[in-house]
RNA sequence: GGUCCAUUCGUCUAUCGGUUAGGACGCCAGGUUUUCAUCCUGGAAAGAGGGGUUCGACUCCCCUAUGGACUACCA
């Protein structure tokens, strides 16, 4: 069968979107742009208890941030013909195939309260509500049908659970895993639907609207691996198993460090964002730190995500989107998990910030010397970016780099000051004033070609007069060429800040 | 505990039975340089262990070990 592909993105807006589901995203926006198909936004809000304002909003910003773009759902632009895509809005149509389930007998009311669940679980080592216990639960199965039918009556509170026939090897096809086979004995009656929300449970709503939706291609974390078993049985039960979409569950992404999943407090404790963009917490007001807000480039992370469980087959690192969607392949993703790590992703936004154009980035850095009060051309702010951008990994260590060009240094470095600043030092730097004061065309080439026969001239030594020179304009032992930094900032301010180093050094 | 998934340099990975096991990040050394960086060159660094299958296994199979996920009226 060949149908139009379209995958979905369905996270649950319990907090802000998580690094790994990101790169779920990610993949997921690749594969359909590569196979010219739909990428859907679904929210998963059937935990009303666990609702977080903002978190959609935040979904929905991090993925516009980052490039991938939604055909249809939440956040699409156009409004799509399976709407609504919020589950909490689908309410009745869950419903319909609870019920449907129910006529036919594959699945059953419970009214075991969470409490008798849990005392079951504290008596019985291992319990599992299925074929074995079933038997001995209060439920539609061992209930009289006039009893169950008083109970609702009556307001009590049930659960539809899907009843799994024992002893089945159930067969899952995954993309990246290939065949997974788990027997039905171990699947228990999973909780399909709750009458205390008129909601259904994640299995039930995902099934029923990724049939809906026509989805063909469920790519997902790996985490969702044990309960796709029971998924494939309700496609069966439904009667969708020749729609059923292809599955293809996804490594996870590792702590950098030590073991498991990459987790918020990995983030806080190794000191790197673990979310797209800042987070505050709407409840206690603690702020996460973004990739955004850090100074990445999305296209930065996107490469740097894209690599983390897949890979092209040739030895390239760089890629923009439009040669991910290329590339891609579900053939190429890894099995096993990926240890997050930082310090590649720094490299990545390096690789970036060197390729982009001057403009792009001086119009960057502009916005971040207009908070300094400094405000200057952009071409002269493009002379000093191509100086030293090289030597930053991002737009805003641009500071850091280049604050010499715009404002006197106030300190000298004592290190510095101790090894090159030497008892003749001062009497060259006048001389080299009085030198430069001379200079008519102040270019970086004509000081270099006056100043370096001056000092063969002299026979000075070179370092020792450059390193000096250096202290007086930069303050640091740090920077860019001499010369170029020179013709930069001018002859009088070179000139005030030569006489000022002489002054307080002395 | 049970079920499932996984296992190549410290990390991300290439290899789809025959390779000096390749690349990248990081690390180390050397070079360039008036400084700090950058950059360039080079280097150290890997097939978890044990059995098979095979003329030949990193590659296929089994066992063990290790790691991970799942095991809710959460997703």
């Known amino acids: 069968m060949n149908r139009r592909v379209r995958v979905r993105f369905a996270p649950s807006p319990t907090g802000p979107l998580h690094i790994g589901g ?21 929210i998963e809000d059937t ?14 910003e991090a993925l516009n941030w980052l490039g991938i773009t939604i055909d249809e759902g939440v956040g699409a632009t156009t409004a799509g013909n399976h709407a609504p895509y919020r589950q909490s809005e689908r309410k009745a149509i869950y419903r319909k195939y609870v019920d449907k389930l129910l006529e036919a007998g594959l699945a059953y009311i419970a009214f075991d309260t969470p409490e008798q669940l849990d005392a079951k679980r504290a008596e019985i080592a291992n319990f599992q509500y299925d074929a074995k216990t079933r038997g001995e639960m209060t439920n539609s199965l ?4 006039e009893e169950v039918i008083s109970r609702i009556a009556n307001g009590e509170q049930y659960v539809v659970r899907i009843k799994i026939e024992p002893n089945e090897e159930v067969k899952v096809q995954d993309l990246i895993r290939g065949e997974v086979v788990i027997n039905s004995s171990v699947i228990d009656d999973k909780v399909l639907y709750k009458s205390s929300d008129q909601l259904p449970t994640y299995h039930m709503a995902n099934v029923v609207d990724d049939y809906l939706m026509e989805i063909s ?9 044990p309960s796709a078993p029971l998924h494939v049985l309700l496609y069966r039960y439904l009667g969708w198993t020749d729609v059923m979409p292809q599955f293809a569950h996804l490594p996870l992404l590792l702590k950098p460090d030590g ?6 407090r990995d983030g806080d404790r190794l000191g790197f964002p673990v979310f797209p963009l800042n987070w505050k917490d709407p409840k206690t007001g603690e702020t996460s730190s973004g990739y955004r807000e850090a100074g990445y480039f999305p296209e930065a992370v996107v490469n740097f995500l894209s690599l983390l469980g897949w890979n092209s ?63 200057e051309d952009s071409e002269k702010v493009q002379h000093i970016v191509s100086l030293v951008r090289e030597r930053s990994n991002f737009v805003n260590e641009l500071w850091s780099q ?24 001062p009497a060259q730097m006048e001389e080299l004033i009085s030198l430069l004061e001379g200079v008519v065309d102040f270019t970086a080439e004509k000081t270099e070609e006056v100043v370096k026969e001056w000092i063969s001239a002299k026979e000075y030594n070179m370092g020792g007069i450059m390193n000096a020179f250096r202290l007086s304009v930069v303050g640091e032992p740090k920077g860019p060429h001499m010369f170029d930094i020179i013709a930069i900032i001018g002859k009088d301010e070179t000139i005030k800040r030569l006489i000022k180093a002489i002054e307080v050094l002395g």
């Open 259 to 264: 073991n498991g999943k990459l987790s918020k």
């Open 313 to 375: 087959g040739t030895e390239q690192e760089i890629f923009s989107m439009q040669e991910l969607v290329d590339l891609f392949s579900l053939d190429r993703v890894s099995k096993s998990g990926a240890k997050f790590d930082y310090e590649k992703g720094k490299w990545f936004n390096h690789k970036y910030l060197q390729n982009k154009s001057l403009e792009e980035i001086a119009d960057q850095y502009q916005r971040i010397l207009i908070e300094k009060d400094i405000v």
């Open 47 to 60: 935990d009303s208890a666990r609702f977080v304002p903002g978190a959609e909003e935040y979904i929905v």
């Open 22 to 42: 990101v790169r779920t995203a990610l993949y997921n926006y690749l594969f359909a742009k590569k196979h010219g198909g739909d990428m859907l936004l679904r």
């Open 402 to 425: 280049s604050s010499f060009f715009f404002v006197a240094p106030d300190s000298y470095d004592e290190k510095t000051v101790q090894k090159r600043w030497k008892a003749e030092t």
């Open 217 to 225: 291609h469920v790519i997902r974390g790996e985490e969702w691996l």
């Open 142 to 145: 061992t209930l009289p049908a």
